[in-house]
């Protein structure tokens, strides 16, 4: 933890550990209308991840139709499950659901009320072809047991591969084509065993390599082709050494995979974190950003601050796994703007309080909806209605600490 001459140090609630507000943290709170965390970044990332649903895939029944459906939302949810195109229907109504605010209770156990009520939909995603295994999966066809994806075509068991092709077992993998067994690779084709790779070809068991080609069981290659265990090679000579390892054995790859995991620890040099192009950017796993501070997983980002997980986000704080501007404590906030403590949303502007919303704006504390305005928990209210009970909301909360 850094602490600048202008910072505040706190404890957090959670872990009781001390922890540094900066002035940058404080700029985008008060920009936003959010009180100071009481819990260090780390608690507030892990309870932020505890929304994500990672359940196992399972086959049910729409509560709407009966329709057959396949989700990872487990059977003891409180709220009725429907079938995604169901879901963004005309055949229900989510306004049904509206209530009035109840200004000596507390706000979040209301819309948590709400939350057990209104329907979900059984799946995240949009515009897939084929992908009934998959959740989360974005553009994509003929894909399955897939999660966080966009536009893959015929990838299978595979977690957050982008713009990927005929591939099996990836997991964070960009603009790969006929790999397998890969995790963090970007621009690879027929690569197979390999680990934070880019720009390769036709090779395997890999570590840190770029632009290589024709090579196996290397690491720390730039711009190489027919190398063995970083020992170079004429192509026939490769081509003869490789006929010595039978990849299609289970037993011969997990001895090899074995060897190759015990060499990158002993002959293997590591860099301090797997940032490229960063510009004042703090964090690992980093693609592209600008003044990004701890962040973690983040590709073409600018001004970030305690994110994880998400793709061209500007100005943006606590956000876990979200493509957005200006949005703080949300998870999985798709294409948000202005947005505070949403979930699983869409499309959504200048709202709080949101639960699988989709094409809504000014909006607080609301459950479903699709294409509204100024609603609250679920009820519609003229413009004015709605800022003067907003605010009225936001000080019943402030006073009890919420």
Request: glycine share 4%; charged share 30%; with cysteine.
């Amino acid at each position: 933890m850094s602490i600048t001459m202008n910072s505040e140090t706190k404890i957090c609630q959670n872990c009781r550990q001390s922890f540094a507000i900066e002035p940058e943290d404080r700029a985008m709170y008060t920009r936003l209308d959010l009180p100071d965390p009481e819990q260090c970044p780390r608690c507030r990332r892990k309870y932020l991840l505890a929304f994500w649903i990672f359940g196992r895939f399972r086959i049910t029944a729409s509560a709407l139709s009966g329709k057959r459906i396949i989700t990872v939302l487990p059977e003891s949810v409180p709220f009725p499950i429907y079938d995604r195109e169901e879901f963004v229907s005309d055949v229900w109504d989510p306004m049904e659901y509206g209530k009035d605010y109840d200004s000596s209770r507390s706000f979040i156990e209301q819309i948590t009320e709400l939350q057990t009520k209104v329907p979900h939909p059984h799946q995240t995603g949009l515009k897939n072809t084929n992908c009934d295994w998959t959740d989360d999966v974005w553009e994509s066809r003929e894909c399955y047991l897939n999660r966080s994806a966009y536009r893959n075509e015929f990838v299978s068991y595979s977690y957050r591969a982008f713009t990927c092709k005929n591939s099996v077992d990836l997991a964070y993998c960009f603009d790969c084509e006929h790999a397998y067994d890969c995790l963090y690779c970007f621009k690879c084709y027929k690569v197979r065993h390999s680990f934070n790779s880019r720009d390769c070809i036709d090779s395997a068991f890999l570590y840190d390599c770029r632009n290589c080609q024709d090579c196996f069981m290397s690491w720390n290659l730039r711009n190489k082709q027919y190398c063995i265990r970083n020992q170079q090679f004429s192509k026939e000579t490769y081509e003869e050494e490789l006929k010595k390892y039978d990849l299609r054995s289970y037993n011969e790859v997990q001895r090899l995979r074995q060897e190759f995991w015990n060499r990158l620890g002993t002959d293997a040099v590591h860099r301090s974190n797997y940032n490229i192009q960063n510009t004042n950017s703090t964090g690992s796993f980093l693609v592209e950003d600008k003044n990004c501070h701890s962040c973690f997983f983040l590709e073409k980002s600018e001004n970030c601050r305690y994110c994880f997980r998400g793709t061209m986000g500007k100005d943006n704080i606590d956000i876990m796994g979200s493509v957005g501007e200006k949005c703080a404590r949300g998870s999985l906030d798709q294409w948000g703007y202005e947005n505070i403590c949403s979930l699983y949303t869409t499309y959504c502007r200048y709202s709080a309080y949101l639960d699988n919303c989709e094409e809504s704006e000014y909006c607080f504390g609301c459950v479903g909806l699709r294409k509204k305005k100024y609603c609250i928990l679920n009820k519609q209210y003229s413009k004015e209605e709605y800022e003067k009970l907003v605010a009225q909301i936001k000080d019943d909360m402030k006073k009890r600490g919420e």
